[in-house]
């Protein structure tokens, strides 16, 4: 069975500093690996995937992710925060890149960017 | 060209009652999968519909059911509602070389 785990309710950053938003993963198999962001009362905003290659994947509003196979983690990062990535996160897993599996979400993060 | 299509965005029932939510995929998708996401909580998956069958689904009664259409269109139906399935329900639509795209979601609230 696959599954995702967020160890953090809430990130607190200052503007203008470096934010991470931690992701372990467990499935069998390939994991492909996402982030998504959310809004309040919207639905889910695709950020970025990991599905093969280099191990630092680059998305939307500068956020990049990084894979380490060996901690199973993808950890969300910014170079620079700013006030407008106050949002929740939601890292998720799918083993194997077919529609045919499921995507499976974390718990998510709240992350709260004080100006 | 729109995105998916959910409706209606809120809806209010009493316990008991059923209701029927609705999803209408983005160009060129075929495949609709649904999540409950419960207030503070991340998304639960229901189950997944493809060439109008179930193919996959999650650890949710029978009281949840499913359709596709044969535009790929999608409804959801949930009987004999419960005060616990008040939640944001989302609808996400993939197709061929294109990844998840979700609905802005319909807010049910059972009283």
């Known amino acids: 069975a696959q599954s995702v785990a967020q160890p953090e309710d809430q990130v607190n950053v200052a503007e203008g500093n470096p934010l991470t938003v931690k992701c372990t993963y467990s499935v069998s198999g390939n994991p492909y690996l996402f982030w998504y962001v959310q809004y309040p009362n919207r639905g889910l905003q695709f950020l970025l995937k990991?599905?093969?290659?280099?191990?630092l994947v680059k998305g939307s509003y500068g956020f990049e992710a990084e894979f380490n196979k060996s901690q199973t983690s993808f950890h969300l990062k910014k170079p620079s925060a700013l006030v407008s990535d106050s949002a929740l996160y939601f890292c998720?897993?799918?083993?194997?890149?077919?529609?045919?599996?499921?995507?499976?979400f974390g718990s998510g993060t709240r992350l709260s960017i004080r100006p | 060209d729109a995105g998916v299509t959910q409706s209606p965005t809120h809806l209010i029932k009493t316990r008991g009652q059923q209701v029927t939510l609705r999803c209408s995929p983005k160009s060129g998708h075929d495949t609709v999968s649904w999540y409950q996401q419960a207030l503070g909580q991340g998304p639960q998956f229901i189950f997944q519909?493809?060439?109008?069958?179930?193919?996959q689904r999650g650890n949710f009664p029978d009281r949840f059911s499913g359709h596709q259409f044969p535009n790929y269109s999608s409804e959801l139906n949930v009987n004999a509602l419960l005060l616990g399935d008040s939640a944001l329900y989302l609808c996400?639509?993939?197709?061929?070389?294109?990844?998840?795209?979700f609905g802005s979601g319909t807010r049910l609230t059972v009283v």
């Open positions: 998720a897993v799918r083993s194997g890149y077919s529609s045919a599996s499921k995507i499976i």
């Open positions: 990991y599905i093969t290659g280099d191990n």
């Open positions: 519909y493809y060439e109008e069958e179930e193919r």
């Open positions: 996400a639509t993939e197709g061929p070389g294109d990844g998840y795209t």
